[in-house]
């Protein structure tokens, strides 16, 4: 297994857009004077209004087989008259373009509509507390552009800040980038989702009161989401799963653990935006001191396992704790991600597996076991879920 301490590679890739253009000292440019000045296209912020986003969800969904207007209304139960005004903006502005004609049962041929991926982006940043990841995402969330360097979360505000400054130009390139939403931030908890407001970051208390959100619009010049990082993953996947309902719990182990929660196809965040605390709940009463301040909670006593390459003992640990909240919250399937995850999958799927397939039969429950999946999008899925932070809320999928 790599170890914790593992730097990602520093680089970017990606489409048109996620070139990254560096001085001869090293520094991004494009940072002064913020980032606005990158924006172009269509505002997505001035088009939403909720039969707005039920159009343009149904026209992310039918992808490039497209949809016609009068499936638009059948579906979201809107008059075609009202479908086509809409629609019509939305060719305006350039969201939306012909993908062609489609055979009528009666009359003559219906043209269908397609959204356009590259009309709209947002940009989605990780924070952990050794590296930074930034991603540019599209309107489909497809990732045109990526940049990964080495973080010290506790080097300083100002430092951090900076850092997410470059990211974001380095992702950003030096054109003008359509439709761009805002930046979405993604770091551990606990934190004030709804303000914007770090609180005691575990293991990094000086943080605590921090507006991150306030510090980084106005250093970009562009809105900005912050949440927790289970929380933006969490958003990710519930989006990728086409928002369908359902409830899943995303347990992310890496440099902490932590959980993110589904339930009924919404992210739960609790009254305070406090849900999902994983790591800390006490399974051994004097264990361990964990740097949350308690002791034997999962989290410490996953890293130290981790530390000692007891790979199989981490997966049975972070079972127990699955265990538990499969028991609290009956959710339908848990999903595994994280670099520690990602090192050694095939592990975790099968010792947290067998932590709640015993537990299923201890309560009879039989062959009616939560399954266990490794989540898909790998180490950049937080910075992807970040993004969708700003983009979900177009489509009328999350609060942002």
Known sequence: MAPLSQRCCQSASGGENGGVNRTKGGRDEGRAGGLRRAVGGADLFALRSHNTALVLDLLRAADVDGISRLELAERTGLTPQAVSKITARLREEGLVAEAGRRASTGGKPRTVLR?????????????DRDELRAVLVDLKGSVVGERCTPLDLGAGAEAVLGEVEGAVAAVLGTGVVPGL??????????????RGVLHRVTG???????????????????PVVVDKDTNAAALGLAV???????????LHLGTGLGAGLVIGGNVHRGARTGAGEFGHQVIQLDGPLCTCGDRG?????????????????????????????????????VLLGGRTVAAAPEVFVRGVGAVLEERARREGAGEDVVPVRVAPGGVRGVAEGAAQLLLAPVFGRGDG
């Open 115 to 127: 959204l356009v991926p590259e009309a709209g982006h947002a940009v989605g940043v990780h924070l």
């Open 204 to 222: 990094f208390p000086e943080w605590d009161g921090f507006p991150l959100r306030a510090a980084l619009e106005e250093r970009l010049g562009v």
């Open 240 to 250: 990728g799963r086409g928002g369908g309902g359902g409830s899943f719990a995303y």
């Open 181 to 194: 939403t805002g930046v979405g931030v993604a770091l551990p908890g606990p934190l004030d989702h709804a």
């Open 297 to 333: 909670c999962i989290e410490v006593l996953c890293l130290e396992a981790v530390a000692r390459g007891e790979v199989d003992e981490v997966a049975r640990v972070l079972g127990a704790g699955a265990a538990n909240l499969v028991g609290l919250l009956d959710i339908d399937v």
